[in-house]
């Protein structure tokens, strides 16, 4: 029995300019999707490519005193030099101009006509040429655009039209009895109400404006519309229709798609459109549509004439493909909206990647060396904090399978860091440095088997995110193919022990943010400027304002958002020396009920574990701070906080709109003194 098929697309971008960080939010979504599906055994076929049809093209070729192909050329070419070193591993990359496209096209639109579901008329209303939309009166916003805001030109002109009432009442019943194939869910009400119950108009295919597209066989005047041509590329790209009977073989293996992602600003004609010129053509249609939000910048949408779009390359070149990669996967939920800053892409570039992953790695191949000379140990018998790492790995697995299988990249990179943070973590509880010492061999090579296998089922998980930080740990660690497979992740000790493990490099190096959101302002349009506040008071007056309703603040230590200044006086060293910093490593973390900003925190001080609230809810999960160190102000005034005591201060840093907790290297001890 042969491998299980599973086929993927992005939506065909459209090139009358070089893309965005937008527009690699999509396809890197995908491509962790796809590679996701290779490693559980799938046979994958992911097709991403262009849409190069229509007016805008053609304007801008003759702009550019080009013929539209021509001028195509450079931009594709630019564009698969993005996805190459974005790494995106699409299995075919489709192009509206190419022959196997265009001749499909003809042929489909001649049946339609035939069959009578497309018909010469004659088309009245508005156009909105950057959106290739035509709009009623009632859809119209202001007099502009509903999806691009811009203006719009009332247009005349002999159309063909496709008879899509008459398959409403069939997608109706589709969307019934297949609640999964309009995701997130809320796009599909979206949809009937606005788009379909108001009563859903024939639709404009052809137009005569213009001549850059393919051309109607039997009405040449008549170029094909550019939503009929576009999305029939999820089938012509298969062979639909081809006279090869190969590529006849590849569409049938392969159609109908598992999953097409798009923004949400398009999934209008994924869901409504799309499937009904399936209906009509007597294909099967697509599982599932999944219309994901948008990476905006502060002052919206990004947009070419806004100019205020991020240059992907420029990331890449700066720090690297993985990192850009994790940063769009990691920072907000797929499906929801969210605003790309300089301050945000590098605090995960230096929390999550340099401190968490990065250090794990790193520390791990350095105390091999140090005190093994870089070999992997034999392990002896596990103790409790063996057998708890294995356990949470083994649990790790399938909840990073069930988030991959709901497209929630976000959580699953959530339990991978959970992973990893719980293996700096071990290291710091098991102290190998204290067992060399020691001279505790057999433990001390159980401890660093361990910390080996734990970044050896990291490095898998990870994989689909990280291809490069992956394939670089598998080549540091020597692992062979069956320590690399997916499945092997399940088995908690399938590392062979006496393999030599290189020193290397961090794979991420830190940051100076300060710096970095200076370079990225300059060589960025529309970039954001750093902005300095004083976070650890800001995070102080945020919990004195989540506590304020109940008048629960005692002692008065609490912090009121209008004492916050950025301006201090200065202050003598015996001043300094009344504060009380002591190294602390969070134990627990939970939400305080009705409040919003707060959090409980139990914080071991080494000597004594102590309650402290903190008004970080809104920049961190609960799950998201066991196990990480920071610096604790032990001598602060006891204060209730929502009625519960807190015995202190954890420092934090903002970066933006950030904050972040200062973090301590997992080296130092519980209640080291900082000076």
Not at 353 to 368: C, I, P, Q, S, W
Request: hydrophobic share 40%; glycine share 6%; with cysteine.
């Amino acid at each position: 029995m042969g491998k299980p098929t599973f086929y993927i697309t992005t939506p065909i971008y459209y090139p009358n300019d070089k893309l965005h960080i937008g527009h690699a939010y999509t396809t890197v979504a995908a491509d962790a999707l796809a590679r996701y599906k290779r490693l559980r055994g799938f046979d994958v076929m992911y097709l991403t490519g262009t849409d190069e049809h229509g007016l805008k093209i053609q304007q801008r070729a003759e702009k550019a005193g080009q013929e539209p192909l021509a001028y195509l050329d450079n931009i594709i070419a630019w564009i698969r030099d993005l996805w190459d070193r974005l790494d995106i591993s699409y299995d075919d990359f489709i192009r509206t101009t190419e022959p196997r496209h265009t001749k499909v096209v003809e042929e489909i639109f001649e049946r339609l006509i035939d069959q009578g579901d497309i018909y010469l008329g004659q088309y009245e209303g508005w156009y909105c040429t950057p959106c290739e939309s035509f709009w009623s009166e009632r859809e119209l916003v202001g007099g502009k655009c509903p999806d691009c805001g811009r203006e719009v030109q009332y247009v005349q002109e002999e159309s063909y039209f496709f008879r899509m009432s008459k398959y409403v009442d069939k997608l109706l019943a589709y969307y019934d009895a297949h609640p999964e194939f309009i995701q997130p869910e809320s796009r599909k009400n979206e949809m009937i109400n606005n788009f379909i119950k108001p009563g859903l108009q024939d639709l404009c295919v052809s137009r005569t404006s213009f001549n850059w597209g393919i051309h109607v066989r039997r009405n040449p005047k008549h170029v094909v519309y550019v939503w009929l041509d576009a999305l029939t590329n999820y089938i012509t790209a298969l062979g639909y229709l081809s006279d090869d009977p190969d590529q006849r073989a590849r569409f049938d293996r392969y159609w109908p798609a598992d999953v097409h992602f798009v923004g949400k600003d398009i999934v209008r004609f994924h869901v409504i459109y799309w499937p009904i010129i399936l209906m009509a053509l007597g294909l099967p249609l697509p599982k599932q549509v999944y219309g994901h939000g948008f990476f905006m910048m502060k002052d919206g949408k990004m947009s070419k004439s806004k100019g205020n779009v991020i240059d992907p390359k420029l990331l890449i070149d700066r720090y690297g493909s993985d990192a850009i990669r994790y940063y769009l996967l990691r920072e907000i939920p797929f499906g929801q909206d969210g605003v790309f800053t300089p301050e945000s892409l590098l605090q995960r570039l230096n929390f999550d990647l340099a401190n968490d992953f990065g250090n794990l790695v790193h520390r791990t191949a350095a105390m091999l060396h140090r005190f093994h000379q870089g070999v992997i140990p034999q392990p002896g018998s596990r103790q409790q904090l063996e057998e708890d790492l294995a356990r949470l790995a083994a649990d790790t697995i399938p909840a990073v399978e069930d988030a991959m299988d709901r497209l929630q990249f976000s959580v699953a990179l959530e339990h991978i860091w959970r992973l990893v943070r719980a293996a700096n973590k071990y290291i710091d509880e098991s102290a190998p440095w204290a067992l060399n010492k020691a001279g505790e061999t057999e433990r001390l090579g159980t401890v660093l088997y361990t910390m080996c296998e734990a970044i050896r089922i990291a490095a898998i998980l990870v994989q689909p995110f990280l291809p490069q930080a992956s394939a670089r740990i598998f080549a540091q660690f020597h692992l062979n193919e069956a320590e690399t497979t997916w499945d092997s992740t399940r088995d908690f000790g399938r590392l062979t022990a006496g393999k030599t493990v290189e020193a290397g490099e961090p794979l991420f190096p830190r940051l100076d943010v300060e710096a970095e959101v200076e370079a990225l302002a300059k060589a960025t349009q529309g970039a954001p400027q750093a902005q300095g506040t004083k976070a650890t008071e800001r995070a102080q007056a945020n919990a004195a304002k989540e506590a304020a309703p109940d008048n629960a603040i005692q002692g008065g230590s609490a912090v009121s958002e209008t004492q916050v200044k950025e301006g201090k006086p200065q202050i003598g060293i015996d001043v300094f020396d009344q504060v009380e910093l002591t190294v602390g490593q969070i134990r627990v973390a939970e939400r305080i009920e009705g409040a919003d900003k707060l959090l409980r925190l139990e914080i071991d001080l080494g000597s004594e574990v102590r309650q402290i609230v903190s008004g970080i809810a809104q920049y961190y999960q609960p799950e998201e701070l066991i196990g990480q160190k920071t610096v604790v102000v032990t001598n602060l005034k006891p204060v209730k906080l929502r009625g519960v005591q807190s015995n202190g201060m954890v420092l934090c840093a903002s970066e933006g709109n950030q904050l972040k907790l200062v973090s301590v290297p997992d080296s130092i001890p519980n209640g080291a003194v900082v000076k």
